[in-house]
């Protein structure tokens, strides 16, 4: 069984600040202090990325003994994901602003499937003890990620699958090309691949 920083008869919402320091660096990343200096910096520099390139990197974030631990939880979940093994449309729904039917190209581009193969562990399927759902659930992370995205209030979504979950890809495993429409996406990187494993994204392309 993988060690966590909780035990099973802990929710994962109890974690301390010194605790959760064991999994994330808040030494490089003051996210409990952002009344401080150090912390408006970073949401300052972390605002500015976004603007600039549409994403904001940081590395080593989650400390490298937590990402070990996450990475093989995430295995031992394997057997129970979901394999998606399909064609995807890059639009979660059809927009017809700006698009008219005679306009083919816009037509063309909308309509090309991607191919998509990965499987995905659901968030009922991690356990509520996981590292990875203590640092999820850590109300000082949902109030740094809200200023980042500076909106006004920011909630935990509570669905059952989607909420939170793991992605593991095998050679020849790809996430098709898509257009997200949420107003931010948070990917935590748990393990580099042997070869290949781009992470591509192109920023303000929708309007």
């Not at 920083?5 to 490089?28: A, C, F, Y």
């Not at 974030?61 to 093994?85: C, G, K, P």
């Not at 257009?179 to 748990?190: A, K, R, S």
Request: charged letters at 25%.
């Amino acid at each position: 069984m993988v060690s966590t920083v909780l035990s099973t008869d802990r929710n994962s919402g109890e974690v301390s600040t010194q605790e959760m320091n064991k999994l994330i660096d808040l030494d490089r990343y003051p996210i409990d202090r952002l009344d401080s200096k150090p912390g408006q910096l970073l949401v300052a520099q972390c605002r500015s990325d976004l603007d600039d390139r549409a994403a904001a990197i940081l590395p080593s974030f989650v400390r490298q003994s937590a990402i070990i631990r996450m990475a093989e939880q995430a295995e031992s979940l394997v057997q129970v994901a979901h394999r998606y093994d399909g064609d995807r449309v890059p639009f979660y729904e059809v927009d017809d602003n700006g698009c008219s039917d005679d306009d083919s190209l816009v037509s063309t581009v909308r309509s090309v499937r991607h191919p998509t193969r990965y499987c995905q562990i659901l968030n009922y399927q991690i356990p509520n003890s996981s590292d990875l759902r203590a640092i999820y659930l850590w109300p000082p992370l949902t109030e740094f990620i809200r200023q980042v995205l500076n909106v006004e209030q920011l909630f935990l979504s509570q669905c059952p699958h989607l909420a939170l979950t793991m992605k593991v890809a095998y050679e020849g495993d790809t996430d098709g090309w898509h257009y997200d429409p949420n107003d931010g996406v948070i990917t935590l990187v748990l393990q580099a691949a042997d070869n290949g494993g781009e992470f591509e994204y192109a920023p303000n392309i929708c309007n």
